[in-house]
């Protein structure tokens, strides 16, 4: 996807961000994150062969429940690097802040490889 779309030379993260519906996710207004759920990884993690971003499982769309419409799979990350229900993927200069990087900077580093 990333050599598809071409991003600029300056690009050096991927932020990710997802849906925030007050309608169908009743904790979006906790106030333990900042809402959207945004997460990010240098471009050349996002590139890394194991990076996925995921549609669907078993042959079939993904299901709401597991991140539909679209889940990002970093399998050599913590969890939470794995977000789920993205609606927006953006290239940017910066490193993007993220959602738990926010809430607990001293616990939950960008990185944040196992």
Same mark, same amino acid.
Request: glycine content about 8%; proline content about 7%; cysteine-free.
């Given at each position: 996807?990333?050599?598809?779309?071409?991003?600029?030379?300056?690009?050096?993260?991927?932020?990710?961000?997802?849906?925030?519906?007050?309608?169908?996710?009743?904790?979006?207004?906790?106030?333990?994150?900042?809402?959207?759920?945004?997460?990010?990884?240098?471009?050349?993690?996002?590139?890394?062969?194991?990076?996925?971003?995921?549609?669907?499982?078993?042959?079939?769309?993904?299901?709401?429940?597991? #991140?539909?419409?679209?889940?990002?799979?970093?399998?050599?990350? &913590? /969890? $939470?690097? =794995?977000?789920?229900?993205?609606?927006?993927?953006?290239?940017?200069?910066?490193?993007? #802040?993220?959602?738990?990087?926010?809430?607990?900077?001293?616990? &939950? /580093? $960008?990185? =944040?490889?196992?």
């Amino acid at each position: 996807l990333i050599k598809r779309v071409e991003p600029q030379g300056s690009a050096k993260y991927v932020e990710f961000v997802t849906l925030a519906d007050k309608a169908i996710m009743p904790y979006v207004g906790s106030r333990v994150l900042d809402w959207p759920y945004v997460e990010g990884l240098r471009l050349d993690e996002a590139m890394h062969p194991l990076t996925l971003l995921a549609f669907g499982m078993y042959g079939e769309v993904l299901p709401n429940q597991n #991140g539909a419409p679209v889940r990002l799979v970093v399998p050599w990350k &913590y /969890g $939470f690097k =794995s977000a789920k229900s993205i609606v927006k993927i953006r290239f940017v200069e910066k490193e993007p #802040g993220t959602a738990w990087n926010k809430a607990a900077k001293q616990e &939950y /580093g $960008f990185y =944040s490889n196992v």
